[in-house]
């Protein structure tokens, strides 16, 4: 059984309703979850020692929040090389944030990334609950 750390910045709490959904596919698997703001992670110290990765954003602007970008520096340097990851956040029409997390997990850290960012606008829109989940299950099948 692996421990996965789910990161995420929120400004409306829909991102951080995604990431307890992914979480709740990660449990639905058999593996452990912990679920943080971007705001408790202060160092790469707080990255280290888990198998698995998932970081959440939503698109603000085309962006990323910036507390976001902040773990993504930290991450960087915690050495999360080949280890299994995944991306999502909320979005309205765009959702640059979510492959921008994404791509730079697979790209800059060298990540084992899953098939692609999680690209929901919304966990209550369509079926974004079995979605979310299934993510989680999928990076849990990864460990």
């Known amino acids: 059984m692996g ?3 789910i ?7 829909e991102t951080k309703g995604i990431a307890e959904l ?3 596919g990660v449990r639905q698997s058999g593996h452990k979850v912990e679920v943080k703001t971007a705001q408790q992670i202060d160092t790469e110290e707080d990255l280290v020692g888990y198998d698995a990765y998932v970081f ?13 970008k902040q ?14 990851g995944g991306a999502f956040g909320a979005y309205g029409w765009s959702g640059e944030a979510n492959k921008r997390i994404f ?4 790209y800059i850290f060298k990540m084992k990334m899953a098939s692609g960012p999680l690209m929901i606008k919304a966990s209550w ?6 979605t979310a989940q299934d993510y989680g299950k999928e990076i849990s099948e990864m460990i």
């Open 71 to 84: 773990v993504l520096f930290m991450a960087e340097r915690a050495q999360l090389k080949d280890k299994p």
């Open 7 to 13: 990161v995420y910045a929120s400004r409306v709490d």
């Open 3 to 5: 421990t996965i750390l």
């Open 22 to 24: 992914i979480a709740e």
């Open 56 to 68: 959440g954003s939503p698109t603000y602007h085309g962006e990323m929040l910036p507390s976001m």
């Open 103 to 106: 791509d730079t997990m697979n």
């Open 125 to 130: 829109v369509e079926d974004g609950v079995e």
